[in-house]
C-alpha cells in the first residue's frame, strides 16, 4: 500500500530565506508524485509533479522538488520565500499503473512567512 | 476550458437533515473524487466515480453516499448530518492521475 508523510504539520520562515517542505513515502512501486498547494478558502491547485524522467522537477511560483528514490523522498524546495508563498502544501501520490487515479496525500504542512 | 465547478460553495444546515452537493468535472474527465477536509482530520478520501461506477471508496459511514451522470457530473449526498461533519468538500475531475480541484463546499452544521 501506498503512503505519505510530510514532517512538520507547520513550517515557518523568514520572507527571503529558503523554504524546505518535506516528503517520504512509501510505495512497492515507481510512483507518481505531486504538490499541491491550497490557499485559503481556496481549491487545491498543482505546484508541480514527477512521473519519469528528470528527477529535478520546476513548477509554478519558483518551486522545485527532487525525486530522490533511495530516499524515497520528494522534498519542495523554493530558494526565497515570498509573503504570497503562505499557504498550505500537500504531497500526494498516485499508482497510474492502477488504472486508479485516487491520489493518496500526505497530512499537508502549513507554510507560515514571517516579514 | 472551465475548471471544476463545485455548488454551493456555502451551505448551513441542521442536525438530522440531509445534503446534496454538486460537481461539474473539467469537459473530457471522466474520472471524479470527492474529498473531506477538517483542521482535525485533513484531507481524507471519501470515493471515486469513473464513468458512472464507483472505483473507489474511503472509510466513511454509508451516510456518505455519491453517484455519477453519463455527462460525468457527479452528486454527493450526506445523510442524517452530525456537528462533525462540518467540513471543506472538495471534488477533483482527474485525468491521468493528476487532479483538478473546485473551490469547495463549505458545509456547517449546527
Known amino acids: 500500500a501506498q503512503s505519505v508523510t510530510q514532517l512538520g504539520s507547520h513550517v515557518s520562515v523568514s520572507e527571503g530565506a529558503l523554504v524546505l517542505l518535506r516528503c517520504n513515502y512509501s510505495?512497492?512501486?515507481?510512483?507518481?508524485l505531486f504538490w499541491y498547494v491550497q490557499y485559503p478558502n481556496q481549491g487545491l491547485q498543482l505546484l508541480l509533479k514527477y512521473t519519469t524522467g528528470a528527477t529535478l522537477v520546476k513548477g509554478i511560483n519558483g518551486f522545485e522538488a527532487e525525486f530522490k528514490k533511495s530516499e524515497t523522498s520528494f522534498h519542495l524546495t523554493k530558494p526565497s520565500a515570498h509573503m504570497s508563498d503562505a499557504a498550505e502544501y500537500f504531497c500526494a501520490v498516485s499508482d497510474l499503473r492502477e488504472s486508479n487515479y485516487q491520489l493518496i496525500w500526505g497530512a499537508g504542512t502549513k507554510l507560515i512567512i514571517k516579514p | 476550458k472551465a475548471g471544476v465547478t463545485q455548488t454551493p460553495r456555502y451551505l448551513i444546515k441542521t442536525r438530522g437533515q440531509q445534503v446534496t452537493l454538486s460537481c461539474s468535472p473539467i469537459s473530457g474527465h471522466r474520472s471524479v473524487s470527492w474529498y473531506q477536509q477538517t483542521p482535525g482530520q485533513g484531507l481524507q478520501f471519501l470515493f471515486e466515480y469513473f464513468s458512472e461506477t464507483q472505483r473507489n471508496k474511503g472509510n466513511f459511514p454509508g451516510r456518505f453516499s455519491g453517484r455519477q451522470f453519463s455527462n460525468s457530473r457527479s452528486e454527493m449526498n450526506v445523510s442524517t448530518l452530525e456537528l462533525g461533519d462540518s467540513a471543506l468538500y472538495l471534488c477533483?475531475?482527474?485525468?491521468?492521475?493528476?487532479?483538478?480541484f473546485g473551490q469547495g463546499t463549505r458545509l456547517t452544521v449546527v
Open positions: 510505495s512497492s512501486v515507481p510512483p507518481y
Open positions: 477533483a475531475s482527474s485525468t491521468q492521475g493528476r487532479a483538478f
